[in-house]
């Protein structure tokens, strides 16, 4: 068995919570490297996980040009991914970088050219595509068990959750957005695998920046990735709305950093001629059909590994049987694409028509 050795670049939530724990579960891979600016943050994860021998540094520009490694994660700010992901693919390595793509269309292009030119895989963060229960209900759509499914509704909303404010997350230059970028990636890209990636036609959406300006007058009971920095800026939505016509179902969304509605709906509705099915976000769908003439609801029950470990060990088949798997960044343009289609409707004031 091949034993991979890993750099992970960024120890934050992402890279520490779910990159360096379920890394070093695999036995299929170890970590060599661990590095971010705040060296804390490596020393933490080396000891917290037993990365006995994994070196740490604050400049990865320093592993450019070293070869006793092959595989990288990139758990950065979303305006980092493209620059230090095309770095490490034009040197040679395979790629596991964190969602979203990155803050545009644009820079999403250089890094699939990047990858196509240096043959190495790229796969993004999109880590609900290994998610037992979305798996589950794609079969059960592609089965035509639901009938035709014509309409998909998602609710991302919480009450006043803006995290980091004045940070980088609510500055659009670092960023690239708020609440869409941040949470709807994940609910628009697991849509898009169950469905299959269907083509775009048109997007329309209007993205808010309400609750979050001025930045001093907010009022919040927490704030995970804080706390606040009042000499920073605010210039992202903190909610949105959209709806996508593609060449199966529509899709409609309601987001919600921050909400005057003290409720939190993360859910995502699948409506068929014949069933349909309302996936809570991260749990259990629960199917509603008909049989012998009574309305009947059915919650399945999944035993599926943990999504996070799932995502790894696919990177690492990928890596080695170099075959692009559901998360490779072919798969998940798709989803970037309606991104900048509701940020661009937004701006214009416009349904955005893309080529069929």
């Known amino acids: 068995m091949a034993v991979h050795q890993a750099a992970i670049i960024g120890l934050g939530a992402i890279g520490a919570g779910a990159h360096a724990p ?46 006793d490694y092959d595989v990288v994660s990139v758990c950065l700010p979303n305006y980092l991914h493209a620059p230090v992901s095309v770095d490490f693919l034009n040197a040679g390595k395979d790629v596991l970088c964190e969602k979203p793509i990155s803050v545009s269309m644009e820079k999403a292009l250089e890094m699939k050219e990047a990858a196509d ?76 695998y169950i469905l299959g990636n269907p083509d775009i036609c048109t997007v329309s959406g209007k993205a808010f920046c309400k609750l979050g300006s001025p930045m001093k007058d907010y009022v919040f009971e927490n704030m995970w990735a804080g706390p606040p920095n009042y000499d920073g800026v605010y210039d992202v939505d903190d909610s949105v709305t959209g709806f996508v016509r593609t060449s199966g179902p529509t899709i409609s969304l309601n987001g919600a950093w921050a909400q005057n509605i003290g409720e939190s709906e993360c859910f995502i509705d699948f409506l068929g001629t014949k069933g349909g099915a309302r996936l809570q976000y991260g749990k259990e769908f629960t199917l509603t059909q008909t049989a012998d003439g009574k309305v009947v609801h059915h919650t399945p029950e999944i035993s599926a590994p943990d999504m996070f470990y799932a995502e790894i060990d696919a990177f690492l088949d990928s890596v080695e049987t170099r075959e692009k798997n559901r998360a490779n960044i072919d798969r998940v343009l798709i989803t970037q694409k309606i991104l900048n289609g509701i940020y661009d409707s937004s701006t214009k004031n416009r349904e955005i028509v893309f080529p069929s």
């Open 22 to 67: 379920n890394y070093a579960k695999n036995e299929r891979v170890q970590v060599r490297y661990l590095c971010d600016l705040v060296p804390e943050k490596s020393k933490w994860a080396k000891e917290h996980f037993e990365l006995k021998d994994a070196e740490i540094l604050t400049d990865y520009t320093e592993l450019l040009g070293r070869t």
């Open 117 to 192: 030119r240096n043959g190495r895989i790229l796969n993004i963060g999109v880590v609900n595509r290994f998610n037992g229960y979305v798996d589950e209900l794609r079969k059960i759509v592609e089965s035509g068990e639901l009938g035709e499914v014509y309409h998909i509704y998602c609710s991302f909303r919480d009450c006043r959750r803006i995290p980091g404010m004045g940070g980088w997350f609510t500055e659009k230059k670092y960023s690239g957005g708020g609440v869409l970028i941040d949470w709807g990636v994940h609910y628009i890209d697991l849509i898009l």
